[in-house]
């Protein structure tokens, strides 16, 4: 649905200014290529583009190789721009740079501004901004829309994943339950990005509410076996559990968008929001 609304928007920038072979280093900048760039232009992905359990738009990307981000797979490609991440090893960037190769490194995004920003900033370095435009702007409206619908205000919430690891408010998936309306009950166990805590912390913390990136009625493996405990389930059984997936809220724009919608959909399930949530 994405895709297909942002490529009958044309960019002011002219084409022959456009980069025409681009390389992505990194899962985020992936996203961004594969919701906003012409296919065309996309000459390879990250190491983790294909991998479905993190990659939003996953399926799509095995149109594309998956590069292990050395400075020599890329110099092969020969492209005229490269997305990369802050922790991206600085030699494989500076070998890139100093052969002349144009090299962006996209910034870990951690609220709501910094990601509009961002989306902004890499549509115009691929030469369409008009597509970040209206990405930036349809996920505003729906940071909007959640926040009149939901009915969460004040329940406290608690983003447990596999392993115990827990997601705090001070980053893009707090902003979203944030903005929802929820308290994160991570910084009551003084966790404010992302940090473990054990199943019996998480009990004697007491969330209304737990949010899970996997829908699994039993345990399949030790990641998934805490939040499947029994302790846990009496606790907080279906009906205090929300699901959003992990590929949802690893990375900013695209997935944002869908991260929204799900949300909204498992607070109706909850009663939690209206009721009138639109089905795509």
């Not at 990307?61 to 922790?87: C, G, M, N, Q």
């Not at 052969?99 to 961002?118: A, C, E, F, P, S």
């Not at 919430?157 to 827990?166: A, E, I, T």
């Amino acid at each position: 649905m994405l895709q297909a609304a942002i490529s009958v928007v044309q960019a002011s920038q002219p084409a022959e200014q456009r980069p025409e072979r681009i390389v992505s280093l990194h899962l985020c900048a992936d996203q961004y290529l594969l919701s906003l760039a012409d296919p065309e232009q996309i000459v390879a992905l990250g190491p983790y583009a294909h991998n479905a359990d993190i990659s939003f738009q996953a399926e799509r990307a095995r149109h594309w190789p998956s590069l292990e981000a050395t400075a020599e797979e890329v110099l092969a490609l020969k492209p005229d721009l490269v997305l990369a991440a802050a922790f991206t090893n600085p030699s494989t960037l500076e070998a890139l740079r100093r052969l002349g190769h144009r090299v962006m490194r996209l910034q870990h995004v951690q609220t709501i501004k910094d990601q509009r920003r961002q989306i902004m900033e890499v549509a115009a370095a691929i030469g369409h901004p008009e597509r970040g435009s209206v990405l930036a702007e349809e996920i505003s409206r729906a940071f909007d829309t959640l926040g009149r619908e939901s009915r969460a205000a004040g329940n406290r919430v608690l983003y447990y994943h596999r392993r115990g690891y827990v997601s705090g408010p001070d980053n893009l998936a707090g902003e979203l339950l944030s903005q929802a309306g929820f308290v994160n009950a991570a910084s009551d166990i003084g966790i404010d990005d992302t940090g473990q805590a054990s199943l019996e912390t998480v009990i004697v913390a007491r969330p209304d509410y737990l949010v899970l990136t996997h829908r699994h009625s039993r345990a399949l493996d030790q990641g998934s076996s805490l939040v499947n405990h029994p302790a846990l389930r009496r606790l907080l059984g279906e009906d205090r559990r929300i699901y959003l997936p992990m590929p949802l809220v690893v990375c900013p724009g695209a997935p944002f968008l869908e991260a929204i919608r799900v949300l909204r959909s498992e607070l109706v399930r909850l009663n939690l929001a209206a009721s009138d949530v639109p089905r795509h």
